[in-house]
């Protein structure tokens, strides 16, 4: 056999054994969706072989337990954390978990919650994972930081959802001995009603926010409640007496004499 074609065959498991590598290296910083050659098998479609199937979950605090709902304002964020939980072990090796989020419907974006440990998918405010695998607590389970910005058009009462894939691998350094389990969390995009506390018009289903308070548009004062007089197309809250005032309907007594004060009695006939 010419020297050639010898070293061609001792490299040859050299160069398989640095592919495998390479590949688990790649996957320890996370994987797109995209990757996935399966959709419904996920992680799974490469990692295998484990004997514990991860329980994983979506929750509203580093310690909580795992929610399928959760709320938000569309002018605010919400935070979550997900869990994975149950150990995938072998000699030697420190088992440690990795997982992929994504918003498979509905606006806004996904960011990491100052988890260093959250990276998102290069291009993408909808996708995120792992920047490395985090070991298991002695408990065998492992969070990430996470939040979801909801879109400040988002529809009221609009339901947005993600889905999260968690992994439990041994820590062997290959594709082996891992397995991983997925679950979705429904977040429902909420606006306030009128009369609720509001910092920016996003907040209130109106989209109106005056005075800090929502309120319905308007075009005359027949359009609001008794508490509250039409003021540039908004319900606003009538004056408390002391306040400065225009007409009488601004104010909460029915009076007003550039300020907003009580109806004079008239005196009774004697």
């Known amino acids: ?29 996370g994987t797109s969706t995209s990757d996935f050659t399966t959709a419904s098998s996920g992680c799974n479609n490469c990692h ?57 419907d509905g606006g806004g974006s996904l960011s990491s919650n100052g988890d260093s440990l959250v990276r998102t998918i290069a291009g993408s405010g909808t996708e995120l994972t792992q920047s490395s695998s985090r070991a298991l607590s002695g408990g065998g389970s492992a969070r990430f930081a996470i939040r979801y910005t909801p879109s400040v058009a988002a529809t009221c009462n609009s339901t947005v959802t993600l889905r999260g894939w968690g992994i439990s691998v041994d820590g062997g350094g290959n594709l082996g001995g891992d397995k991983s389990n997925s679950t979705t969390i429904a977040i429902t995009v909420a606006c306030d009603v009128d009369g609720a506390t509001c910092q920016v018009n996003t ?17 005359t004062d027949a359009q609001c409640t008794l508490s509250s007089y039409c003021s540039a197309n908004a319900c606003t809250p009538k004056h408390k007496d002391g306040v400065a005032c225009n007409t009488a309907s601004q104010c909460h007594l029915g009076s007003c004499d550039r300020v907003c004060r009580p109806r004079q009695q008239t005196p009774k006939p004697r």
């Open 48 to 104: 295998t072989g484990g004997n514990t199937t991860p329980t994983v979950g979506f929750a509203t605090s580093s310690a909580g337990g795992v929610v399928s709902t959760a709320s938000v304002n569309r002018a605010s964020f919400i935070n979550l954390w997900f869990a994975v939980t149950g150990a995938n072990t072998s000699a030697g090796n420190t088992p440690k978990a990795g997982f992929n989020v994504a918003k498979s």
């Open 203 to 219: 907040m209130c289903a109106s989209g109106n926010c005056v005075g800090g308070v929502c309120s319905t548009p308007c075009s």
């Open 1 to 29: 056999m010419r020297q050639r074609e010898i070293w061609l065959l001792l490299l040859a498991p050299i160069s398989v054994t640095m592919l495998a590598s390479a590949t688990t290296s790649a996957y320890s910083v």
